[in-house]
């Protein structure tokens, strides 16, 4: 059974930056697309970026664009998310997510999430 743990999550005035990280545990297929979500407050989950297995695939939500990047080491199983310039309409819960036996993907039916990490931002 894979584990998908997020840290890095906090309270962080607006402008300012955080970077997530998402560490993969247990047994994955040779190759597993990644992404991240987040669901803020009275809001439905919407997706905010999305990596193909090499990484020199990827893909953000408009809203997001120029501020975040999404980048993975394969080694370290981990994935991250670098947040800059952050505004109070990105204060939510974010979730990492895995699609097994993908090279890239885009969609919502991950097989396997993380369990969030809150981010803040202040005005």
């Known amino acids: 059974q894979l584990q998908l743990v997020e840290s890095g999550g906090g309270l962080v005035q607006a402008g300012g930056s955080l970077r997530l990280s998402c560490a993969v545990s247990?047994?994955?297929?040779?190759?597993?697309?990644m992404a991240w979500f987040r669901q803020g407050p009275g809001k439905e989950r919407e997706f905010v970026a999305g990596?193909?297995?090499?990484?020199?695939?990827?893909n953000y939500v408009d809203s997001v664009k120029g501020r975040f990047t999404i980048s993975r080491n394969n080694a370290k199983n981990t994935t991250y998310l670098q947040m800059n310039s952050l505004k109070p309409e990105d204060t939510a819960v974010y979730y990492c997510?895995?699609?097994?036996?993908?090279?890239?993907?885009?969609?919502?039916?991950?097989?396997?999430w993380g369990q969030g990490t809150q981010v803040t931002v202040s005005s």
């Open positions: 247990g047994r994955t297929s040779s190759m597993y697309a």
């Open positions: 990596i193909s297995w090499s990484g020199s695939n990827t």
């Open positions: 997510a895995l699609k097994q036996d993908s090279y890239y993907y885009v969609g919502y039916n991950y097989d396997y």
